[in-house]
Structures are given as C-alpha cells and as structure tokens.
C-alpha cells in the first residue's frame, strides 16, 4: 500500500477505468495552475478547508520554504539527518518498522499515526465504488491524520530548536508579511511524509538477490497524478467533459533543456517516483545506511514474505541529485 494515487490505480488492475491520459510538461503544467478545475483525487475522499498541493507550488512562498527545510543533496541529507537514520537502521529489521522510524524521526507525524492509517485504508477504501476515489483514500487518511498532528505540534510548548522537519516548516512559517497556515503546513507535511514513505518503501523492497544498488525512481519512465474534472472545459484544443477522470503523466526526470515552469517542478519533486525528487533524497539515505548496517531488512507485507533489501550492494556514493 502507497499514498500515491496513481501507483495504488495501476497496482489495482480495474478492467475498465476510463481515464483520460494528459502527457508533457506543457499539457499539464496547465492542468496542475487550475486545482479549481481539475481536483485531486484526495478532496473527493476528504475535502479539507487548505490549499491543495497544486495551489501550494503555485506561491513561490511555499516553494522557498520547501527549500529551507528539506535537503536538495545527498551531502546536506547525510549532514542533517544522518545520524538519526543510522541509529534507526541499527536498530529495526522490518521494512515497514524501519520506513515508520526514520519517516517519524525525521518528518515528525509519529510512526504509530503513519501505521495506523496504513491499518485503516484498506477498510475505508471498500466504501469507495469509484476506484480512482478509492486509490486516494490513503492519502486522504494521511492528509487527515498529519492536520491533527500539526494542530497539536503548533499548540504545544515551545521545545527550543527545530528538531523536525514539522517543527522547521512551524519555525519558518510566521516569517514575513502574510504566514503560511497551519492547514498549509499540513499538505506540505503530508505531501513530504508521502514521498519520503513511498520511496523509501519501494527502494527497500527490492529481492534480496538484487546486486545493482539501482536508484530511487529508476524503472520509472513517469510521473503519474490523478485529476477529477469537476467542469467542463477545452485542453489543448479537445474537449475535457465535467467528471472525467485524468491521469497526468511526465517524465520522472526534468528534461534539462527544456525545464519545467517553478509549480511543475516542484510537484515533479514532490513524486516518489522523481529521479531527483524529494523521497529520492530520503530514500538513498536511508538505504545507504541500512547497507552501512550490514543486515537484512525482512519485507512483512502481504505476499513479500522472500523479499528482502540486499546489503551486498555498495552504498550510493554516486547518486548524486542536483540542486533543488
């Protein structure tokens, strides 16, 4: 089970789900400057009263301040949190266990919260008929779930420095003329919770057989997010109907002579599944420091009972990410 929509639609198989495909930079670029038009699946699960992600990325605000609290290198990862992740991966066996730790240590929404929802979703999303409203329901339930975390951290005495990705963005949030809201500072949480779980889970899936110390995102052609029409409305020259569902598709990696507008960049980070992106730059800290362990991570999820991550690989010194 991931919080990503669109691999929780594939994974599922449905025989016909009727999606409308709209692929490149461009086509979705403008796609994603009309949150107002075209819907995360999430809000058809769980309306909440923030701004989507789509509205998020479009504030460049909201993207420095992505830039402030979350490594854009492996370097300044390794510097920041390292320490942290290492004591984890000494002391967990379990993937899910050990993804639960280092995403509670470092983010800041508690393990027991993220397991929880993982517990709940599958039940909640029989109550779904739709299965693209269904693939969101993970997603939903965590978006929820982090805005009571927040409310609680903002509430709470003051501990002294940042210790968490949540008490950086709650630090940095009041800085100048208008304050990003508390409902903002949970969609950024969630969205960085997701892509740091989704990543991490995947890379830490692989067989135990598997020698190639193969990055996060790699396998991955695109980038897949999943939209509800809510009107009716002309796309590069066709008709888009009211109530069609979209999944939009980029390339995992930023073509580098033709770069992404600031908002598409940022939510191309943001995917699990980027090359570049955010949960790559948690991922391959993660995974590197399990190999530094030198033990097997046992995979306890349905149907994985032989899957392993394999220490046998050499650590990714050489997966280096551009700068954010």
Do not use: Y
């Not at 992404?260 to 960049?265: D, E, F």
Request: glycine share 8%.
């Amino acid at each position: 089970m991931l919080f990503n929509p669109a691999a929780n639609l594939i994974g599922a198989e449905d025989a016909e789900l009727g999606l409308r495909v709209i692929a490149g930079d461009v086509a979705v670029g403008q796609v994603c400057c009309d949150p107002a038009t075209f819907v995360e699946v999430t809000n058809l699960v769980v309306p909440h009263g923030g701004r989507t992600v789509e509205e998020l990325v479009l504030d460049a605000r909201v993207r420095a301040l992505l830039r402030v609290v979350w490594p854009g290198r492996p370097a300044q990862a390794r510097l920041a949190w390292g320490g942290r992740v290492a004591a984890q991966a000494r002391r967990h066996h379990s993937v899910d266990d050990l993804v639960a730790a280092v995403v509670g240590d470092v983010i800041g929404v508690p393990p027991g919260v993220l397991r929880e929802v993982l517990a709940e979703s599958p039940a909640a999303g029989r109550f779904c008929p739709d299965p693209v409203v269904r693939a969101g329901v993970p997603m939903a339930l965590l978006r929820t779930a982090t805005a009571e975390v927040v409310r609680k951290a903002a509430g709470g005495p003051d501990t002294g420095a940042p210790d968490t990705v949540l008490d950086e963005l709650l630090f940095w949030r009041g800085l100048g003329h208008e304050p990003v809201s508390l409902d903002d500072v949970a969609t950024l949480v969630t969205a960085l919770t997701a892509a740091a779980w989704d990543a991490t889970r995947v890379l830490l899936s692989r067989p135990a057989d598997a020698d190639d110390p193969a990055p996060p995102g790699a396998g991955h052609e695109a980038i897949g997010w999943l939209r509800v029409a809510t009107q009716s409305v002309m796309l590069g020259g066709a008709p888009v109907p009211a109530g069609t569902r979209c999944l939009l598709l980029v390339d995992a990696t930023e073509p580098e002579a033709h770069p992404a507008r600031p908002p598409l960049h940022t939510l191309r980070w943001l995917a699990p599944a980027a090359t570049d992106g955010a949960g790559a730059t948690f991922a391959r800290l993660v995974a590197d420091e399990v190999l530094a362990a030198g033990h097997h991570l046992r995979d306890e999820s349905p149907g994985s009972a032989s899957r392993a991550f394999s220490p046998s690989a050499q650590p990714s010194s050489a997966w280096a990410l551009p700068a954010a």
